[in-house]
């Protein structure tokens, strides 16, 4: 084995296991939603944040934006 330096040399490195759970919890986390089968991501928008952006959309993203909403609101 090669020697490696680190950047924070006294910091644990994790095993395999805490590794292998990471991957599968952010697989979960990511997982296609069954209803649309789209990512579902866990981070949240601020709807302010979300209307002021809708100001920079062209009418064909607006158009498309619409069909979604549509979809989800179907479900």
Same mark, same amino acid.
């Given at each position: 084995?090669?020697?490696?330096?680190?950047?924070?040399?006294?910091?644990?490195?994790?095993?395999?296991?805490?590794?292998?759970?990471?991957?599968?919890?952010?697989?979960?986390?990511? %997982?296609?939603?069954?209803?649309?089968? $789209?990512?579902?991501?866990?981070?949240?928008?601020? +709807?302010?944040?979300? #209307? =002021? %952006?809708?100001?920079?959309?062209?009418? $064909?993203?607006?158009?498309?934006?619409?069909?979604? +909403?549509?979809?989800? #609101? =179907?479900?």
């Amino acid at each position: 084995m090669s020697k490696r330096s680190s950047h924070e040399p006294r910091a644990k490195v994790m095993g395999a296991g805490d590794v292998w759970d990471d991957a599968r919890r952010l697989a979960e986390a990511f %997982a296609p939603r069954p209803a649309t089968g $789209e990512p579902d991501s866990p981070h949240r928008i601020p +709807l302010p944040a979300l #209307l =002021a %952006a809708l100001d920079d959309l062209n009418h $064909e993203e607006l158009v498309m934006l619409q069909q979604r +909403l549509q979809q989800r #609101l =179907a479900v």
